[in-house]
C-alpha cells in the first residue's frame, strides 16, 4: 500500500487507458499509415486525460487482437516507441501493460521509465488465448534483473477473457495473491474489456484485503463510478471514455472530463 498511496495519493484513484492503435505484426495493423498513425492516435488521449484530472494514465495494446501470452517483441517495441515520442508531454505518473505478457510488459516499463504496470501475475485460466498461468515468480525476479524492483504492481486476480481454473472464492485468490505475489493494488475485472466487475466480487475481495488498494479494471462508467468507489479504491477506465462509449474508438475529452467530474463529487480529493 505504501508504494500504491506514493505515487497516487490517499484519495480515490482515477487511471484512464490510452488504448494503442494496432501495432506492427498484428493482423489489425495499418502498415500504409504505419507507425506515425500510432503516434498521432495516442496524443489526443494522453492531453485529454491530463487535462480532465486523471491520477495516472495506462499504455495498453487492446488492438493488438488477437491477443497473445508471449508477446513478438516488435508490440513491445513499438509501444516503447510510442511512449517516447510522447514522453515530454506526460505530466502525471504512467504505467504499461502488454497484454498478456508480464515478462514484456515489465521490460517496457524498464525502457519507458513507467511507474507501474498491470498485468495478470497469477493464477491458472482456461482463455481464449489457450491455458493461460501467471508467472509472478519470473516477472518479479526479471524485473529486479532489469533494475525496475520499484515498479508499482497492479495484479489482475480476474483475468478478461477468461475463467479461473482455480475452484477457490475469488477473496481467496486475492488473499493469496498479496501473501505470495507482491502486489501494490488487486485488481477486479468483469468477463470482458468494457464490462463491469458485479460490485458483490469488488466488495469481496476489498475485504479480504483490507490492508491492500482494490480497483475496479473494467466498466466502470460516469453513471456508475460512484458506486464503483463506494468500495475500490480506484478505478481503471478505457471504455466509457470513449465516443459513444465504445470500446476502439478514440478517447472523447467530455467523456473524460464528466467522469472525473462525477467521481471527484461524489469523492473529492482528500
Same mark, same amino acid.
Given at each position: 500500500?505504501?508504494?500504491?498511496?506514493?505515487?497516487?495519493?490517499?484519495?480515490?484513484?482515477?487511471?484512464?487507458?490510452?488504448?494503442?492503435?494496432?501495432?506492427?505484426?498484428?493482423? /489489425?495493423?495499418? $502498415?500504409? *499509415?504505419?507507425? #506515425?498513425?500510432?503516434?498521432? &492516435?495516442?496524443?489526443?488521449?494522453?492531453? *485529454?486525460?491530463?487535462?480532465?484530472?486523471?491520477?495516472?494514465?495506462?499504455?495498453?495494446?487492446?488492438?493488438?487482437?488477437?491477443?497473445? /501470452?508471449?508477446?513478438?517483441?516488435?508490440?513491445?517495441?513499438?509501444?516503447? +516507441?510510442?511512449?517516447?515520442?510522447?514522453?515530454?508531454?506526460?505530466?502525471?505518473? +504512467?504505467?504499461?501493460?502488454?497484454?498478456?505478457?508480464?515478462?514484456?510488459?515489465?521490460?517496457?516499463?524498464? &525502457?519507458?521509465?513507467?511507474?507501474?504496470? %498491470?498485468?495478470?501475475?497469477?493464477?491458472?485460466?482456461?482463455?481464449?488465448?489457450?491455458?493461460?498461468?501467471?508467472?509472478? &515468480?519470473?516477472?518479479?525476479? +526479471?524485473? %529486479?534483473?532489469?533494475?525496475?524492483?520499484?515498479?508499482?504492481?497492479?495484479?489482475?486476480?480476474?483475468?478478461?477473457?477468461? +475463467?479461473?481454473?482455480?475452484?477457490?472464492?475469488?477473496?481467496?485468490?486475492?488473499? $493469496?495473491?498479496?501473501?505470495?505475489?507482491?502486489?501494490?493494488?488487486?485488481?477486479? $475485472?468483469?468477463? /470482458?474489456?468494457?464490462?463491469?466487475?458485479?460490485?458483490?466480487?469488488? *466488495?469481496?475481495?476489498?475485504?479480504?484485503?483490507?490492508?491492500?488498494?482494490?480497483?475496479?479494471?473494467?466498466?466502470?462508467?460516469?453513471?456508475?463510478?460512484?458506486?464503483?468507489?463506494?468500495?475500490?479504491?480506484?478505478?481503471?477506465?478505457?471504455?466509457?471514455? #470513449?465516443?459513444?462509449?465504445?470500446?476502439?474508438?478514440?478517447?472523447?475529452?467530455?467523456?473524460? #472530463?464528466?467522469?472525473?467530474?462525477?467521481?471527484?463529487?461524489?469523492?473529492?480529493?482528500?
Amino acid at each position: 500500500m505504501k508504494r500504491f498511496r506514493e505515487l497516487f495519493g490517499q484519495g480515490k484513484v482515477l487511471i484512464g487507458m490510452v488504448h494503442l492503435q494496432p501495432l506492427p505484426g498484428t493482423p /489489425l495493423y495499418n $502498415s500504409s *499509415a504505419g507507425m #506515425k498513425k500510432v503516434v498521432d &492516435a495516442a496524443r489526443p488521449s494522453v492531453e *485529454a486525460l491530463q487535462e480532465a484530472g486523471f491520477d495516472g494514465m495506462l499504455f495498453g495494446n487492446e488492438n493488438d487482437r488477437p491477443y497473445e /501470452l508471449s508477446v513478438d517483441v516488435a508490440s513491445t517495441a513499438a509501444m516503447a +516507441y510510442t511512449i517516447g515520442r510522447l514522453r515530454d508531454r506526460i505530466q502525471i505518473p +504512467y504505467g504499461v501493460d502488454v497484454l498478456w505478457d508480464p515478462k514484456s510488459t515489465i521490460a517496457l516499463a524498464a &525502457a519507458t521509465g513507467a511507474t507501474f504496470v %498491470r498485468e495478470v501475475f497469477t493464477g491458472v485460466y482456461g482463455s481464449d488465448m489457450g491455458l493461460w498461468q501467471g508467472t509472478a &515468480a519470473n516477472a518479479l525476479r +526479471y524485473a %529486479r534483473r532489469v533494475g525496475a524492483q520499484d515498479l508499482c504492481l497492479l495484479c489482475n486476480i480476474s483475468a478478461e477473457f477468461a +475463467y479461473s481454473l482455480d475452484q477457490r472464492s475469488l477473496a481467496n485468490r486475492a488473499r $493469496s495473491a498479496v501473501f505470495s505475489s507482491l502486489p501494490d493494488a488487486i485488481l477486479v $475485472s468483469g468477463p /470482458l474489456t468494457g464490462e463491469p466487475a458485479p460490485l458483490d466480487h469488488l *466488495a469481496a475481495v476489498k475485504q479480504a484485503v483490507e490492508e491492500t488498494p482494490v480497483l475496479a479494471n473494467t466498466g466502470v462508467r460516469q453513471e456508475t463510478v460512484r458506486d464503483a468507489l463506494e468500495i475500490a479504491d480506484g478505478v481503471v477506465v478505457g471504455t466509457a471514455l #470513449k465516443v459513444d462509449g465504445v470500446t476502439w474508438n478514440a478517447l472523447d475529452p467530455d467523456r473524460a #472530463k464528466s467522469f472525473v467530474k462525477a467521481a471527484r463529487s461524489a469523492f473529492p480529493i482528500a
